[in-house]
């Protein structure tokens, strides 16, 4: 048996077609010219199975000659509708462009891994790079398409105060209030205590009431502060009401954090879904929690005092922190526990006990 005889039907049929199209040029005839409807129909008897006679039909074009305006779509011959489209698309971009030309922005500066798209309407940024390491660098980007490592940056990189004097801080790595210094970092256009307040007195020096029991906390109207008990690290626990207090509890230049400081804080590293594990100390912290501390914040879990009985909680476990902003006589604060990575946003009323973080004032 030859080789021919093993290569069966198909090799056969298309032996066949190239045999009718040689004989057709060697007689002198010309190929009938195919007409082909696009889609094409692979099933040309329609009975619902490509058999023999469907790639029979497939050789009648195989054999033939090719001719562009034997092919019809959308009922015209393929060199009309190429010529169609063509010229729809000449317009189209000449139409664009001129629309792009007038709205594109002059001189845009794009960070790095950043491109500008038009979106049909206006030109805009799209990050197709950025930092998607979420446990441990500070500028986690979860809008960013793709990770890259080059752009991730980590503490103290991201927070440390610029030696130069250009950033928030003003080049002051530190701040001494009341007997105590306290480090400082920088998160965007901000200046942070980089620790909890731990003052025993106002700005102007009066003292604030404190060794209030349980009761006398729940029920004061006025300032107060309380330890933590064991832990020198984590400041102290002020009420709202020293937090709003006229005589002033941060130092001279600086407020307790407000809300919206908070919110610029979360943005800065990534986001509120994650800003906590980024925010909370690790476990070889002092007290340890379940953080990377990326930010350098060292937020620590302090605990809070209850405003109802004035009972100290979830020490070791969570972190309250006040902001100084007010609302229908209460105060918004920032909330963090263990085994949840965000930052949960709240209203609460004066009489609990937080902890506070101070920020520079900025013009």
């Known amino acids: 048996m030859t080789m021919r005889a093993k290569c069966g039907l198909l090799w056969a049929l298309l032996c ?31 009975d619902g199975f490509i058999g023999t006679s469907d790639l029979l039909a497939i050789l009648d074009l195989y054999g033939g000659a090719f001719e562009p305006e034997a092919l019809l779509v959308d009922g015209m011959d393929l060199g009309v509708y190429l010529g169609v489209l063509e010229e729809a698309i000449a317009a189209l971009t000449a139409a664009v462009g001129a629309e792009q030309a007038s709205s594109l922005p002059a001189g845009t500066g794009l960070a790095p891994g950043t491109v500008m798209v038009w979106n049909g309407t206006v ?29 991730c940056t980590y503490f103290p990189g991201c927070a440390a105060v610029d030696a130069a004097g250009t950033g928030p801080c003003a080049g002051q790595p530190t701040v001494t209030y009341a007997g105590t210094e306290y480090e400082l970092v920088e998160y965007g ?12 007195h106002y700005r102007n020096g009066t003292p ?16 107060a502060w309380a330890p933590v008990a064991g832990c020198s690290a984590c400041g102290y626990l002020y009420n709202g009401h020293a937090v709003t207090a006229a005589a002033g509890l941060c130092p001279t230049g600086f407020h307790v954090a ?3 400081e908070w919110t610029l804080l979360e943005e800065f590293v990534g986001g509120t879904a994650g800003a906590g594990r980024l925010i909370k100390v690790g476990p070889g912290a002092s007290p340890g929690w379940d953080g990377t501390d990326a930010t350098g914040f060292s937020g620590v879990p302090s605990g809070w005092r209850n405003d109802l009985n004035g009972i100290p909680l979830n020490y070791g476990t969570q972190g309250m922190w006040w902001t100084s ?23 609460y009323p004066k009489r609990a006990g937080y902890s506070v973080r101070c920020v520079k004032d900025w013009p």
């Open 189 to 200: 256009t901000r200046c942070w205590f980089r620790e909890n307040l731990a003052t025993a």
């Open 16 to 46: 066949l077609g190239g045999l009718a199209a040689a004989q057709a040029q060697t007689s002198g005839g010309t190929p009938p010219a195919p007409s082909v409807t696009y889609p094409y129909n692979g099933d040309a008897n329609a």
């Open 208 to 223: 604030i009431p404190t060794g209030l029991s349980n009761a006398e906390w729940a029920a004061t109207g006025a300032g």
């Open 325 to 347: 902003t007010a609302s229908s006589g209460e105060l918004w604060y920032r909330q963090m526990y263990t085994g949840f990575d965000g930052v949960q946003r709240g209203l």
């Open 123 to 151: 030109w805009e940024p799209i990050r197709l790079a950025g930092c998607k390491n979420f446990a441990y660098a500070c500028n986690y980007d979860p809008a960013a398409y793709v990770h890259a490592s080059e752009l």
């Open 258 to 260: 407000t809300d919206p």
